[in-house]
């Protein structure tokens, strides 16, 4: 069956420093690749798109990556603020019936 | 105003009760999904829409059913709630002309089943 794993343990990173999200799938291949932030009640937040034939996707401090060989994203959030504290959830688009399968989300806690 | 409204915010019932959530979006968009999100397993798709008479089911639709009544509302109902149906309902829109497929979400319901 089609899974998709993001780190369930919190990332706790200091102020300043690059925090770095893995996002996996298996018996998938997707044509996208979304990532969103989440913050405590509220939905979620579209970030960032990938493609399948793009490696890479910058967005001011974001940096997402597409590894379709490894069925592999990462997410890159540079020179990290406390107010980047949130969960990030990934997601992943069939263009054929334009459904979304998302990851459960990683929460990252940037401290001073 | 919010794109994407949902009614009730939060909303405590009892076993075997019908129980109807509610969303509104203002975007103009042709495609509207229910999820629900339970710790640790993510956003599930419940129902969604691509438009007011294409209605499919998603990967959790069993105990649930939808009314698409216009471009802009979508309802979901439990038609008899059950404990394990206590969640986090998130109603989200889409344009199908979007290439970047950014989903809108809205700011969800917090259902608890006694």
């Known amino acids: 069956s089609q899974k998709i794993e993001q780190n369930s343990e919190a990332l706790n990173i200091q102020e300043g420093k690059t925090a770095t999200l893995t996002c996996n799938y298996t018996n998938y291949s997707p044509a996208y690749l979304q990532w969103y932030r989440q913050d405590p009640g509220r939905g979620p937040v579209f970030l960032l798109l990938?493609?399948?034939?793009?490696k890479e996707k910058r967005k001011e401090r974001l940096k997402v990556t597409f590894d379709t060989t490894l069925k592999q994203s990462l997410f890159h959030i540079t020179a990290s603020q406390p107010a980047d504290s949130a969960t990030y959830l990934c997601?992943?688009?069939?263009?054929?019936?334009?459904?979304?399968?998302f990851g459960a989300g990683t929460q990252v806690v940037v401290t001073p | 105003d919010a794109d994407v409204t949902q009614t009730p915010r939060n909303r405590i019932t009892k076993t075997g009760k019908r129980i109807m959530l509610e969303c509104s979006q203002t975007?103009?968009?042709?495609?509207m999904y229910w999820y629900r999100q339970d710790p640790g397993l993510g956003l599930r798709l419940i129902y969604y829409?691509?438009?007011?008479?294409?209605?499919n089911k998603g990967e959790i639709s069993d105990g649930y059913s939808v009314s698409r009544q216009a471009q802009a509302k979508f309802s979901l109902s439990l038609e008899s709630a059950i404990p394990n149906q206590t969640a986090l309902y998130f109603c989200?829109?889409?344009?199908?002309?979007?290439?970047?497929?950014?989903?809108?979400f809205g700011p969800g319901t917090r259902l608890t089943v006694t």
């Open positions: 989200a829109t889409s344009d199908s002309t979007d290439r970047v497929y950014e989903q809108y």
């Open positions: 829409s691509f438009d007011v008479k294409d209605i």
């Open positions: 975007k103009g968009h042709d495609r």
């Open positions: 997601a992943l688009v069939d263009d054929s019936w334009g459904k979304f399968q």
């Open positions: 990938i493609r399948e034939n793009e």
